[in-house]
């Protein structure tokens, strides 16, 4: 049992963080406080502590602080071990990815792209998007509107003549020169403008050089600027633009809590242009107010993600946390809980986006609740929610990958899916594959590392689940369940035979049985996840091992090769000549791997 008092006589009365352990010296819980003694002194003291919180308190074993500057600062330190440590008892925004933005490169002909990643100086950048999704709709209408080109520089710098892209006019071609320097800079800069928000005044400059054409009777030129206007002109009228103030950077971020569900819906406007939302639904929230949740979105959120100069929320927000996360973005910040005009507009459609995005889980939750009871009923057992899937992909035996899924609190988990790449096997041989993963697996799971899930889920029959049988056997995993999802003889969804291992029994589900859907939809995600690993891997061999097949080319000259064109692709779309020019390279050696290549 744990003595808090000898801790307690030692905390000073001074701003800082405390962190919570367990017997196995897991961090339970992180907190900030003005006052350290007093705060901690809190949680042994008080008699109406909330039963998470009183649960929590009953797993300490030991207690750890440190002392801050200021509140702010104590802020700014909770939030950072929050987002390295993510302790079981602290509110969560799980958002591990970073955000895209569209790219326009520093390139002399400057390249259209998606981006994700650390910000370079020499391009320049517009965003953060929400999602994939929103940029490469914008990267659409440009193609369509400024028709500027997306291809990498060692394609652009190899081509003889236009791609397809110039053919279908979402491509000016400025490859092979079929449009002049200053006609792709002011595209660039059109671009540019209409992604900065300015609209209105590139309309009106399309609409004078328009005018200016057909007076010089340039009726040709004339057309491709009114095309332009009326497809920018059918842009505004899909997408909200601000109308007063086409500058403005913002988010709006609005918290909803409807039966006992809490979700933030965070809008991203940047140059007065609403590039879309995005939902969150964080962890250990159950008995946090609207404001609490709010604040610990702010701080979490933008400890990853740059913040602009403006954020509205529907929340009154706590000063310190404007000061650390002033802190955390490295300029000002203003927060602002009560806007007037379109601000209030913005606010109140994100506060109905953020309800809706509740009913519609609360919703799909139904649904994977039914799924998961008609599952454990199907097959016999109790208490299911946590499944893993496994399968396996090669080609031939090249480049064999193996798979595991994880469905996990009614949704499939991304964050927890592994690829297992798989060697010193012979090729082909499917069985010796899944034991190397499934030891690799639940050697660990087994050792207490990890969680274990209710039933595992194999893609294959008898044989490739008699193996899993083994291997969890030796692994002392005795109870846990197998079931082998077995194609039908005409490999058609719903005709899957279900294998029960350890029951020695086999069943069919109707086809529109519940629990068959579940099942398929992770056996579907394990397949396709082992495949997208596969390729990624054989494309690396095959990158390499192409080239290695050439005489005369060995480490250095093949990573030349590959820096200078970007790429096999690149340096398949080279002349000999191009290829002659890198280092080391001489005109015989490069004739040779221009015909290896082709």
Not at 161 to 185: E, N
Request: aromatic share 6%.
């Amino acid at each position: 049992m744990f003595d808090p008092k000898p801790v307690l006589a030692t905390l000073p009365n001074l701003p800082g963080v405390y962190r919570m352990l367990d017997a196995d010296a897991q961090v339970l819980y992180v907190g900030k406080a003005v006052d350290l003694k007093r705060r901690v002194s809190q949680y042994f003291q008080k008699s109406d502590l909330s039963p998470r919180i009183r649960l929590m308190v009953r797993q300490i074993a030991s207690i750890e602080t440190t002392v801050a500057r200021s509140e702010a600062e104590a802020l700014v330190l909770e939030n950072n071990l929050i987002k390295s440590l993510t302790p079981k008892y602290n509110i969560l925004f799980r958002d591990d990815k970073s955000y895209p933005y569209l790219m326009l490169s520093g390139h002399a002909y400057p390249q259209l792209a998606y981006y994700r990643g650390a910000l370079d100086r020499q391009h320049q950048y517009f965003g953060p998007y929400p999602n994939g999704l929103a940029v490469r709709e914008a990267i659409h209408v440009l193609q369509r509107v400024f028709k500027l080109r997306t291809c990498e520089d060692a394609v652009f710098a190899n081509r003889s003549r236009p791609c397809l892209l110039y053919q279908i006019k979402r491509c000016t071609a400025p490859c092979v020169g079929r449009i002049s320097d200053d006609d792709y800079r002011a595209d660039v800069r059109r671009a540019s403008d209409f992604l900065s928000g300015r609209q209105s005044e590139l309309i009106d400059e399309l609409t004078a050089d328009m005018v200016a054409a057909s007076a010089e009777l340039a009726f040709e030129k004339a057309a491709e600027l009114r095309d332009q206007i009326q497809a920018l002109a059918r842009v505004q009228e899909r997408q909200y633009v601000s109308s007063n103030s086409s500058e403005i950077d913002c988010d709006v971020a609005a918290c909803v809590v409807w039966q006992g569900m809490p979700c933030v819906n965070l809008v991203m406007i940047r140059g007065g242009r609403h590039l879309g939302d995005k939902r969150f639904f964080p962890d250990n929230a159950d008995e946090m107010d609207e404001r609490g949740i709010v604040e610990a979105f702010l701080l979490q959120h933008y400890g990853r993600q740059p913040a602009p100069g403006v954020i509205y929320v529907n929340q009154p927000v706590d000063g310190v946390v404007t000061e650390a996360l002033a802190s955390l973005a490295g300029h000002r910040v203003a927060i602002v809980s009560n806007p007037n005009g379109e601000r209030r507009v913005w606010l109140d459609m994100a506060e109905k986006n953020a309800r809706l995005s509740i009913e519609q889980r609360l919703s799909g939750q139904a649904t994977q609740e039914a799924r998961l009871a008609a599952l454990g009923e199907a097959l016999g057992y109790e208490n299911v929610e946590r499944l893993e899937c496994f399968d396996i992909s090669h080609t031939m035996g090249e480049a064999t990958v193996a798979s595991c899924v994880v469905y996990d609190k009614g949704a499939m988990q991304p964050g927890e899916y592994r690829h297992f790449n798989i060697s010193g096997i012979t090729p082909g041989d499917d069985y010796a594959a899944m034991r190397d993963a499934l030891n690799r697996r639940y050697a660990r799971l087994a050792a207490g590392e990890g969680k274990l899930p209710d039933v595992l889920l194999i893609d294959g029959g008898k044989g490739q689940v008699g193996v899993a049988l083994e291997v969890l056997n030796e692994l002392g995993l005795n109870d846990l369940p197998i079931v082998g999802v077995a194609k039908g003889e005409a490999r058609k969804p719903g005709l899957e035979t279900l294998i029960l291992v350890r029951e020695q029994k086999a069943i069919q589900l109707p086809k529109d049985h519940p629990a068959l859907h579940l099942i398929q939809t992770v056996r579907d995600e394990a397949h396709r996840f082992a495949i997208t690993g596969h390729r990624a891997r054989r494309a690396k061999a095959r990158t390499v091992s192409s080239l290695e097949q050439i005489a005369g080319v060995g480490p250095k000259r093949r990573q030349r090769l590959l820096t200078r064109f970007g790429g096999l692709k690149g340096l398949a779309a080279a002349s000999v000549d191009d290829i002659a020019q890198v280092e080391g390279i001489n005109r015989v050696l490069a004739e040779k791997i221009h015909a290896a290549l082709h």
